[in-house]
Nanobody, 114 residues
């Protein structure tokens, strides 16, 4: 069974940076490198929104709200996806979730203070 574990969240001041990681494990017939990886986030009382996606071919896609500030990457040798978040804003405060083929991690809290 595929499992995803996010890490790297924390408290940061506006304008600061954080780097989130998503470690994937439990693959059987399909390997990590064959899947697209995505990051979503969910602020209190709001729905879970798309943040960034990286395909198996390393194409990247971003929500307009994070474009130019966030960078998604992957390391297939480590079965890991990363989200580098720069120039953070209070509106970025949310629980950030990793997603692979509709499998979700437990989330990691990101809080940006003003």
């Amino acid at each position: 069974q595929v499992q995803l574990v996010e890490s790297g969240g924390g408290l940061v001041q506006a304008g600061g940076s954080l780097r989130l990681s998503c470690a994937a494990s439990g693959f059987t017939f399909v390997t990590f490198k064959d899947y697209a990886m995505s990051w979503f986030r969910q602020a209190p009382g709001l729905k879970r929104d798309f943040v960034a996606r990286i395909t198996s071919g390393y194409d990247t896609y971003y929500a307009d709200s994070v474009k130019g500030r966030f960078t998604i990457s992957r390391d297939n040798a480590k079965n890991t996806a990363n989200l580098q978040m720069n120039s953070l804003k209070p509106d970025d405060t949310a629980v950030y979730y990793c997603n692979l083929d509709n499998v979700w991690g437990q989330g990691t809290q990101v809080t940006v203070s003003s």
